[in-house]
């Protein structure tokens, strides 16, 4: 999944309707020897979580949303650094009067752990060696990542969000909470995800894994300060940013036609697909770790919300409710992968909507058909804010 970024000479006309400037924030915990305990019964600490929030908590601190960002993505979901040339990954959905309005709600965003963007990961030091972890780290799930977030929310002094909400790993996220702290939500908002990944969802992943590790600059993990296994994440990319657009949305973006007019060398990118593909992995080397690549992926494809049971039974005594959103040109994370979640809330009693919205681009689409999902949403949340949490 790629940010929509935008990038521009006048800011001031950018950040109209905008959170603006916004900043990152540090939070640590699970100081030794109070440690977080993973799900593998490892332990790590201190732990840092990057976080950005947007909007003001109200008194009764009963208007927070959380917002989970997908593989690549961070807490600058909106808004602008003062040093940065890009908006927050979903600025289209936060904001004033937007689909998480921020003069309504409190909006937090956290940076997962294993990941790079500024929370505790694999390029993190370790303070036992003070090395980077590299391949030290412990390996991470996704009911990790949301057990590091209940210690922000706690910190935030929340006792209950108004709602969670992301898309793809953002709405395994979403799922984790409801089913480990369903007293701690009102309700949830999942996007073009899974309650787990399939055997091709899993076979791109290796992938993309397999690249990184074939590259001599890899180095078993520890390339921190010597050198970066570029080429191997920049094809990780590549395969990844196929999956997230559908054949149409190429074919209206590239169709076959050649950038250059002259001939090029022997297999050089003379297709715009081609060097569309070479710039998004090039661009994504500058910005992301290759281990926490291969850590979150991993996280990925070992979630499994059902464990080994039927899914409805994860399901039971739940009270949230839910708005569940697919997208019909979303092949790696199909609508029928979501019809499963819907089902399952339909069996054990939960108060469930679910929207399959038209669209042509393909997964990426959560982070693009923002019109539809503004007014979904915001009728949704209005909907729990104003009348359903006080029942």
Not at 43 to 53: R, V
Not at 104 to 115: E, P
Not at 185 to 204: D, G, R, Y
Not at 229 to 242: D, E, K, Y
Request: proline share 4%.
């Amino acid at each position: 999944m790629d940010k929509k970024t935008t990038k521009f000479q006048n800011k001031d006309s950018v950040l109209k309707g905008s959170v603006c400037y916004t900043r990152t924030e540090y939070f640590t915990f699970a100081e030794p020897p109070n440690e977080l305990v993973l799900d593998s019964g490892e332990k790590l600490g201190p732990i840092t979580l990057a976080y950005e929030t947007y909007g003001k908590l109200n008194e009764d601190k009963s208007n927070a949303i959380l917002v989970e960002h997908a593989l690549s993505g961070d807490a600058h979901a909106a808004g602008l650094h003062e040093d940065d040339k890009e908006l927050g990954w979903w600025d289209s959905m936060i904001g004033p009067g937007k689909a998480f309005d921020t003069d309504k709600y409190f909006v937090i965003c956290s940076n997962v752990i294993g990941g790079c963007k500024g929370s505790t990961g694999p390029s993190s030091i370790n303070p036992k060696t003070q090395k980077h972890y590299g391949l030290d780290f412990p390996i991470i799930t996704i009911k990790d990542m949301v057990n590091a977030q209940k210690h922000l929310v706690d910190y935030l002094g929340i006792n209950k969000l108004l709602s969670v909400s992301g898309g793809s790993m953002g709405g395994m996220q979403v799922l984790q909470w409801l089913v480990s702290y369903p007293d701690r939500i009102f309700s949830a908002i999942p996007l073009a995800t899974s309650v787990k990944h399939s055997p091709q969802q899993i076979a791109f992943s290796e992938v993309g894994r397999q690249a990184i590790m074939a590259d001599p600059d890899w180095k078993d993990g520890n390339y921190y300060g010597v050198s970066i296994p570029a080429r191997g994440l920049s094809v990780a990319r590549m395969i990844g940013h196929i999956t997230y657009m559908s054949g149409m949305s190429m074919a209206e973006k590239f169709g076959r036609r050649s950038k250059e007019k002259k001939p090029v060398l022997k297999f050089e990118p003379d297709f715009e697909v081609e060097g569309y593909l070479r710039y998004r992995g090039d661009k994504f080397v500058k910005r992301f770790d290759a281990n926490s690549y291969l850590y979150i992926t991993k996280a990925l494809d070992y979630f499994d919300l059902t464990g080994g049971k039927e899914l409805y039974e994860a399901f039971k005594g739940i009270k949230a409710k839910l708005l569940i959103l697919a997208f019909k040109s979303d092949w790696l994370y199909p609508s029928s992968q979501s019809k499963e979640i819907v089902k399952a809330c339909k069996l054990a009693g939960i108060d469930a909507t679910y929207c399959e919205i038209n669209s042509t681009y393909g997964h990426d689409a959560f982070l693009l058909e923002v019109e539809q999902e503004t007014h979904l949403i915001k009728h949704f949340l209005e909907r729990i804010f104003s009348g359903d949490r006080l029942k």
